[in-house]
């Protein structure tokens, strides 16, 4: 191929690359500066997700309240019945 069509049709087509690479959409990346970027959307994975983590810590932390409550109410019952079952001490009064 001769050399004077060779090259300037290489330039011009390093620069139409070059403008594409402004126009076109971005992905998760770095947006690009100002004119051309947009924000970055993430799919709605990301906040069902966090959702799910959030309803498992406050399921956690009722299940570890139920747990203590549970364990305050049978250490109150024990001991409740073990004052009520107190030995009665018989005295052999004449």
Known sequence: MNAKIFYPAAALIALLMIALSFVWPQGQGTRSPGLFGHAIEKPDYYRMVRERDIRR?????????????????QAADASASAAGSAPVIATDAP
Do not use: G, L, S
């Not at 810590?57 to 109410?73: C, G, I, L, M």
């Open 57 to 73: 810590k406050k399921q956690a932390e009722d299940r570890a309240e139920r747990d203590r409550t549970t364990a305050a109410r």
